[in-house]
């Protein structure tokens, strides 16, 4: 292996393509095809992925697995993003190992002690309950590290999320032009981005329209079924409830679905339910859930797409990705009764 610096155009020749098409590929910019990306990501492998001596591949010192610390594996939306994760690695020529605290913050040492001690190449962090002196620490022991979805303000540590803020207010819009204008929000988790924007999406969106912000509609979730479930009976019971509910994730609506139909609710016609992230299970429960489709898949691919190029050497011009996000209009909404 020679010592001479690796460059965008060594790579670009071998793979037939350009030396812009590399350079996207190894910033995980959008708009290339997973064909040419395996092309790139198979020259930059064969070629020694490094530019510089100091990298570990250079001196042999890899392990080819990437880690991913996750909160739980309880959710569709950890397993949607960790299958877009694998499937990158695996393209890459990585194994992916997952990690979990089960949210449970002294476990999180446990983990940032083994992860530092050579077991894997590079770092995915999802939602995590790590703190920001967790992830510095991290930072600091040299580890290629990406935050998918997060909740911390750290330079320099590149992360991927989607554009919630917006997902949102589509899917207010979507509600309005129903006719509803009594809407409740079950949040999410709310030390979260995520969440927080979520809400900021539907806080504006009311006041677009000259609607009030009514507290007594804003209810506290945490993204998992039985808080969605909770929610949605206190919100049924109010003296004046709302016509339409839009939970902060598809797991909390799905709760928020039960909890309707538990107090004699005809869905859609009775109450419309709305989720964002767009789980499997959103299509397939009755009625369909109409949700924001977030690409989750996308997000873990990117941030594992991220690591690697880190670990070849690669600088992140970008150190904030943000995908978008789309509406899916299915069957669990409608326009409100005539009465409401």
Not at 33 to 43: D, G, I, L, N
Not at 93 to 110: D, F, K, M, S
Not at 158 to 170: F, Q, T
Not at 199 to 217: C, D, N, P, T
Request: aromatic share 4%.
């Amino acid at each position: 292996m020679t010592d001479t610096p690796i460059k965008l155009e060594d790579i670009a020749r071998l793979a037939g393509v350009s030396p812009m098409t590399v350079s996207r590929v190894l910033n995980a910019k959008p708009g290339v095809s997973e064909s040419t990306r395996q092309k790139v990501m198979a020259a930059v492998q064969e070629m020694g992925y490094v530019p510089n001596p100091n990298a570990r591949a250079l001196a042999g010192n890899t392990t080819r697995v990437l880690g991913m610390l996750v909160p739980d594996f309880t959710t569709e939306y950890i397993s949607e993003i960790a299958r877009g994760a694998a499937l990158a690695a695996s393209s890459a020529g990585y194994e992916l190992v997952l990690y979990t605290n089960a949210h449970q913050p002294n476990h999180i040492n446990r983990h940032v002690t083994a992860l530092t001690r050579g077991l894997i190449d590079g770092l995915m962090v999802v939602l995590n309950d790590i703190s920001d002196e967790q992830l510095e620490a991290l930072q600091n022991t040299g580890i290629k590290l990406a935050i998918i979805d997060h909740r911390h303000n750290v330079p320099h540590i590149p992360s991927v999320l989607a554009d919630n803020y917006h997902g949102a207010r589509r899917m207010m819009d979507h509600l309005f032009s129903l006719g509803h204008r009594k809407i409740a929000f079950i949040t999410g988790r709310m030390d979260t981005v995520a969440s927080l924007e979520r809400l900021r999406g539907y806080q504006e969106a009311l006041k677009i329209q000259g609607l009030e912000v009514r507290e007594e509609w804003i209810m506290q979730g945490d993204f998992l079924q039985p808080s969605g479930f909770n929610a949605t009976l206190e919100l049924l019971q109010q003296k004046d409830p709302p016509t339409a509910i839009f939970a902060a994730n598809d797991t909390m609506a799905i709760g928020a679905m039960d909890a309707a139909r538990r107090l004699g609710f005809d869905l859609p016609t009775d109450l419309s339910i709305a989720g964002f992230d767009d789980v499997p299970r959103a299509s397939i429960v009755h009625p369909n859930l109409t949700t924001v489709r977030q690409p989750l898949q996308e997000m873990g691919a990117a941030a594992t797409r991220m690591v690697i190029s880190m670990l070849s050497g690669v600088e992140i011009t970008a150190t904030q990705y943000e995908l978008k996000t789309e509406l899916q209009v299915r069957q669990s909404t409608a326009a409100p009764r005539q009465s409401d």
